[in-house]
């Protein structure tokens, strides 16, 4: 009995003195993920995706301990022409069929200032992971009219399609029809979960 009460006294005092992990969900509702890729040369083509999700966890309130886990459904690309969408879809592009999730794992956050930071992961796509970096920066944090508190990011990259398998490459007179580099935007907004407890974590997105 004696021992028991120790014990229950020591998980009381851990809990106390132990950072509660502050868990943050995606808000899709107000957040995007878009591409542009150059085509023929002269012009570029946008594209988004619908679905998506992911989770931050960062016990400091600076997010400089940051660790985001995000997944995007490939099938859901949107280029506002079902002709291409089908085309990115199709095992020339994504695979979706095959490989259905686009994922993001980060394993560095690297404060820059107080408003940017660098922010490397391992990205999956079509089973072949590469580590990137993301630019970042914060748009502040902020309490909305219902009580939770919210936080705005953007984050910018630019990837080689080349080395996930994306290899497809039509030839026209200009050059490429479709360019190798393509530059990824997405403006993410995240709400702070209420039920955050010590040494609780983000979960992988489904």
Known sequence: ?????????????????????????????????KFSVTHLLISDVEGTFKTFGGTLDAPKPDFSDGAVQFSVDVASVNTENDMRDKHLQSDDFFNAEKYPKMEFKSVSWKKIDDR????????????????VAFNVALGGTVKD????TRVGFKATTVINR????????????AGAVVGKDVAITMNLEFIQQQDATPGSSGTALK
């Open 116 to 131: 940017n930071v660098v922010l490397e992961g391992d990205l999956t796509i079509r089973n072949v992971t590469k580590r």
């Open 1 to 33: 009995m004696k021992n028991n009460m120790v014990l229950t006294l020591l998980a009381l005092i851990v809990g106390l003195f132990s950072p509660a992990a502050a868990n943050w969900k995606l808000d899709n509702a107000h957040s995007k993920v």
């Open 145 to 148: 009219p219902w009580g939770s």
């Open 162 to 173: 080349f080395d996930f398998n994306l290899k497809w490459n039509k030839l026209a007179e």
